[in-house]
């Protein structure tokens, strides 16, 4: 199947770089360019990529609300461009459902590990022959990214998926930020500790966790995190 990406960068150079890069990696990709947040929300909807990347600062709506606009619709892997490198930009980028982040100027060689790393996730199988885990009132599909509390399906992105499934698989056991951060998102990441806090954050709201009283993910303060064994 050929893969189709999307992306949206107002600045051309910037754009033809890593439309170049996707290409050499997937030659047979089809690569859609546009210059600006309206048009990337209507090429979105016209041709479902599987991957996306997105200019934070582009003519309007910018990044942050195309990002926010396409998670109400699709779990697709998202990737965002800024040239801020502000915690705050990236954390709400984060916040607001994407699942990675680079800063500019940036090696191509970096851009192109981190959107293979997003497919990588994206279209991973599971590591048991068994596709779906239930600890207590809450089930996970990593075949179709969908967990199910009490019944009610909710869908997840599928870095938010690998964090689950790394947490569920290990239930009761405190998992270090470390370790978290290596299995979910590589060993490159493991001193981007924010990344860990922000899908927490984002699990969280979606399972309807409380953080002060939790139900699922336990917060062991200066460790890490623990699953919630069901009772």
Known sequence: MTLKVLIAEDARDVAEVVAFGMRMVWPDCHVTTTVNGEEAIKRFAEERPDLVVLDVYMPPPDGFEVCRRIREISQVPIL?????DGTLDKVRALDL??????????????????????LRRASRTPA???????????????TTHEV???????????????LLEEL??????V???????EQVWGPGYVGDAHYLKVFVRRLRRKLGDDAERPRYIRTEWGIGYRFIPSR
């Open 80 to 84: 965002m461009l800024t040239v801020r």
């Open 97 to 118: 459902g994407a699942d990675d982040y680079l800063t500019k100027p940036f090696d191509h060689l970096e851009l192109l590990a981190r959107l293979r790393a997003l």
């Open 128 to 142: 048991t022959p068994e596709p779906c885990i239930a600890v207590g009132d809450l089930s996970l599909d990593y």
């Open 148 to 162: 199910r509390v009490r019944g009610e399906v909710i869908r997840l992105t599928s870095t938010e998926c690998r």
């Open 168 to 173: 569920v698989r290990h239930a009761g056991t």
């Open 175 to 181: 998992l270090s930020h470390r370790h978290l951060l």
